[in-house]
């Protein structure tokens, strides 16, 4: 929460009028020692300063409107620090920021006066004798500013004053503190009181948050939907655009940049909610990176989850140690820790509880640590044995979910010390976190070995496939060459039967071709006889012919060689008669 409080002008003038309030017997040493404190105020810093939710206006570092969530009532242009006179839109944030912003701590004066008083403290010399009686008085001071403004309550007033006087001591936790805690932390300084514990403060991270939220976040639509889902029914969260959505917002999309790997979850809206209603965002944001890194929640986000598992399972064995009749009832209706106590370690019992609740679940957890979780979780269950064993699938999730606070509604404190009475010995939880570990990574040697047979077993899946394939070709082919054969085998007996036809033929053929040369040679042997008779008569006349033949040509020869010898006297007398006529020319 952002409680509106007047600007200071200097520490000097808060410490003067812390001063003025301490009692008039001595005044003379206050007075004496003031100038110092105001000397020493004015050349330092205060520490507290860095990290009180009740930090005065003006020293804010208003974040630029472009970098906060769009909103109507967000549209004023950002404060320029320093400038000679606060500009209308200074006025306009200054007017906004007036508004309550919690229902938590509605006394801004008072706190403004505590702040004062503390500041002074802080840069009081301890070395200095004069300082312890005036760190005293101070320390009684900040008492009856306390119970002055918390009348009716029954807290050690003295207790927290020494807190708030000497925080920067605060290193260990003590049993004192945890017996105080587990009182109650005082609703005024619950804040403060939660940083302290948590070493949040860190300048460094507090200039990157406002650096982160000039950035946009891959997860703002995200972020912008789940703002009316957390919790709608509370008066600071509940308008749409108030500011109680913008821190929410602010804080939420800041650590989605801040830690990329977890990113965003729905669940982490509810972890801030409680931090808003008890400082400003910025601190808001340091408590949730501490609650993440130093805490161990970041385990609860990651993508893995693995911090989340981790927890479910150490509850699980808790469940089953101290409430044996409860694990057995809830393993045989079904219903396991994932269903009902993911939620509960994810918001820390934020998401459904009542914030008185939720409240006092987080002054423990700061003071001894995440692992008390387990005492709330099993203390609810412990309270609420009886109706659970009384109730089946259906209404004992819903009862899980919804009523399980209902019978510490009203009664935080007993809430706590029925809680803190369980013990959960440090070494008892590290065991199981041991046998966690073990189980995952047999788990994961399991699972790495049955990706490994999967692999194998799709290799030889592929492999049958293929034979198979190759299967059902081979069938295929043999079904053909099984038709072809049968095709064959019919063609065949047709040939045989074909062939036995042929061969009877042919048997009558031979036996036809074997008696018709003997019945053709009976029947024309007369004419054959007669051809041959009338053959060798022509055969003799034949003769005969050639012979005359023969006679004609040795005839013919005679004349042709006769027709030579008359051709070649022709030729010769032809050849004188030329000879003679060319004679008788000359």
Same mark, same amino acid.
């Given at each position: 929460?952002?409680?509106?409080?007047?600007?200071?002008?200097?520490?000097?003038?808060?410490?003067?009028?812390?001063?003025?309030?301490?009692?008039?017997?001595?005044?003379?040493?206050?007075?004496?020692?003031?100038?110092?404190?105001?000397?020493?105020?004015?050349?330092?810093?205060?520490?507290?300063?860095?990290?009180?939710?009740?930090?005065?206006?003006?020293?804010?570092?208003?974040?630029?409107?472009?970098?906060?969530?769009?909103?109507?009532?967000?549209?004023?242009?950002?404060?320029?620090?320093?400038?000679?006179?606060?500009?209308?839109?200074?006025?306009?944030?200054?007017?906004?920021?007036?508004?309550?912003?919690?229902?938590?701590?509605?006394?801004?004066?008072?706190?403004?006066?505590?702040?004062?008083?503390?500041?002074?403290?802080?840069?009081?010399?301890?070395?200095?004798?004069?300082?312890?009686?005036?760190?005293?008085?101070?320390?009684?001071?900040?008492?009856?500013?306390?119970?002055?403004?918390?009348?009716?309550?029954?807290?050690?007033?003295?207790?927290?004053?020494?807190?708030?006087?000497?925080?920067?001591?605060?290193?260990?936790?003590?049993?004192?503190?945890?017996?105080?805690?587990?009182?109650?932390?005082?609703?005024?300084?619950?804040?403060?009181?939660?940083?302290?514990?948590?070493?949040?403060?860190?300048?460094?991270?507090?200039?990157?948050?406002?650096?982160?939220?000039?950035?946009?976040?891959?997860?703002?639509?995200?972020?912008?939907?789940?703002? /009316?889902?957390? *919790? &709608?029914?509370?008066?600071? !969260?509940?308008?749409? =655009?108030?500011?109680?959505? #913008? +821190?929410?917002?602010?804080?939420?999309?800041?650590?989605?940049?801040?830690?990329?790997?977890?990113?965003?979850?729905?669940?982490?809206?509810?972890?801030?909610?409680?931090?808003?209603?008890?400082?400003?965002?910025?601190?808001?944001?340091?408590?949730?990176?501490?609650?993440?890194?130093?805490?161990?929640?970041?385990?609860?986000?990651?993508?893995?989850?693995?911090?989340?598992?981790?927890?479910?399972?150490?509850?699980?064995?808790?469940?089953?140690?101290?409430?044996?009749?409860?694990?057995?009832?809830?393993?045989?209706?079904?219903?396991?820790?994932?269903?009902?106590?993911?939620?509960?370690?994810?918001?820390?019992? /934020?998401?459904? *509880? &009542?914030?008185?609740?939720? !409240?006092?679940?987080? =002054?423990?957890?700061?003071? #001894? +640590?995440?692992?008390?979780?387990?005492?709330?979780?099993?203390?609810?269950?412990?309270?609420?044995?009886?109706?659970?064993?009384?109730?089946?699938?259906?209404?004992?999730?819903?009862?899980?979910?919804?009523?399980?606070?209902?019978?510490?509604?009203?009664?935080?404190?007993?809430?706590?010390?029925?809680?803190?009475?369980?013990?959960?010995?440090?070494?008892?939880?590290?065991?199981?976190?041991?046998?966690?570990?073990?189980?995952?990574?047999?788990?994961?040697?399991?699972?790495?070995?049955?990706?490994?047979?999967?692999?194998?077993?799709?290799?030889?899946?592929?492999?049958?496939?293929?034979?198979?394939?190759?299967?059902?070709?081979?069938?295929?082919?043999?079904?053909?060459?099984?038709?072809?054969?049968?095709?064959?085998?019919?063609?065949?007996?047709?040939?045989?039967?074909?062939?036995?036809?042929?061969?009877?033929?042919?048997?009558?053929?031979?036996?036809?071709?074997?008696?018709?040369?003997?019945?053709?040679?009976?029947?024309?042997?007369?004419?054959?006889?007669?051809?041959?008779?009338?053959?060798?008569?022509?055969?003799?006349?034949?003769?005969?012919?050639?012979?005359?033949?023969?006679?004609?040509?040795?005839?013919?020869?005679?004349?042709?060689?006769?027709?030579?010898?008359?051709?070649?006297?022709?030729?010769?007398?032809?050849?004188?008669?030329?000879?003679?006529?060319?004679?008788?020319?000359?």
């Amino acid at each position: 929460m952002r409680p509106p409080t007047p600007p200071r002008t200097s520490t000097s003038t808060t410490s003067t009028t812390s001063t003025t309030t301490t009692t008039t017997t001595t005044k003379e040493t206050i007075v004496e020692d003031t100038s110092d404190t105001e000397s020493v105020a004015s050349s330092t810093k205060s520490i507290f300063t860095l990290w009180s939710p009740f930090r005065s206006a003006s020293s804010f570092n208003i974040t630029p409107a472009s970098s906060r969530r769009p909103s109507k009532q967000n549209s004023a242009p950002a404060i320029v620090v320093g400038s000679p006179r606060p500009s209308d839109s200074f006025v306009t944030r200054q007017k906004r920021l007036s508004r309550p912003t919690s229902i938590i701590s509605p006394l801004p004066g008072f706190q403004e006066a505590l702040l004062a008083q503390m500041e002074q403290l802080n840069f009081t010399n301890t070395s200095d004798p004069k300082s312890k009686v005036i760190k005293n008085l101070k320390r009684q001071s900040i008492r009856h500013s306390l119970v002055s403004q918390n009348k009716g309550d029954d807290y050690d007033w003295d207790f927290w004053a020494g807190i708030m006087c000497d925080y920067q001591n605060l290193n260990k936790v003590n049993k004192e503190l945890i017996k105080h805690i587990r009182v109650g932390i005082p609703s005024s300084i619950r804040g403060m009181v939660w940083q302290l514990l948590a070493k949040s403060k860190d300048e460094i991270l507090v200039a990157k948050y406002m650096d982160l939220l000039k950035l946009s976040s891959p997860y703002d639509k995200m972020i912008q939907r789940d703002l /009316a889902r957390t *919790f &709608p029914g509370h008066i600071y !969260f509940k308008e749409t =655009d108030g500011q109680g959505q #913008e +821190g929410l917002y602010n804080v939420v999309r800041a650590f989605s940049l801040h830690d990329e790997v977890v990113g965003y979850c729905q669940g982490l809206a509810f972890i801030v909610g409680p931090l808003l209603l008890n400082m400003p965002d910025e601190d808001a944001f340091c408590v949730l990176v501490q609650l993440m890194t130093k805490y161990g929640l970041r385990g609860h986000f990651t993508p893995e989850m693995d911090g989340l598992q981790l927890r479910l399972y150490q509850f699980d064995a808790l469940v089953k140690e101290h409430l044996p009749h409860v694990a057995r009832h809830l393993d045989q209706q079904g219903v396991n820790s994932t269903m009902y106590a993911s939620q509960w370690f994810m918001t820390l019992f /934020a998401y459904k *509880f &009542p914030l008185n609740l939720v !409240f006092r679940i987080y =002054d423990v957890i700061f003071t #001894e +640590g995440i692992g008390s979780i387990f005492k709330f979780a099993i203390a609810l269950l412990k309270k609420n044995q009886t109706t659970i064993l009384g109730l089946d699938f259906e209404h004992l999730l819903d009862f899980l979910k919804n009523g399980l606070f209902k019978e510490y509604k009203d009664d935080d404190r007993r809430f706590v010390s029925d809680a803190c009475e369980l013990e959960f010995p440090a070494k008892r939880i590290l065991q199981l976190e041991k046998e966690y570990k073990l189980q995952i990574q047999k788990e994961l040697a399991d699972q790495n070995m049955m990706e490994e047979l999967q692999k194998t077993n799709n290799i030889l899946k592929k492999q049958v496939e293929q034979l198979q394939e190759k299967t059902n070709t081979l069938k295929k082919e043999d079904n053909d060459v099984r038709g072809q054969l049968k095709e064959t085998l019919d063609q065949l007996n047709s040939l045989k039967d074909e062939g036995s036809s042929l061969s009877t033929l042919v048997e009558s053929l031979e036996s036809q071709v074997k008696s018709v040369p003997i019945e053709i040679e009976a029947k024309t042997k007369d004419e054959f006889e007669g051809f041959c008779s009338e053959n060798a008569n022509l055969i003799g006349k034949n003769s005969s012919l050639e012979d005359q033949l023969q006679k004609a040509e040795s005839i013919l020869i005679d004349i042709k060689i006769r027709y030579a010898q008359s051709e070649n006297d022709k030729e010769e007398l032809h050849r004188r008669l030329y000879e003679l006529k060319k004679l008788m020319s000359f």
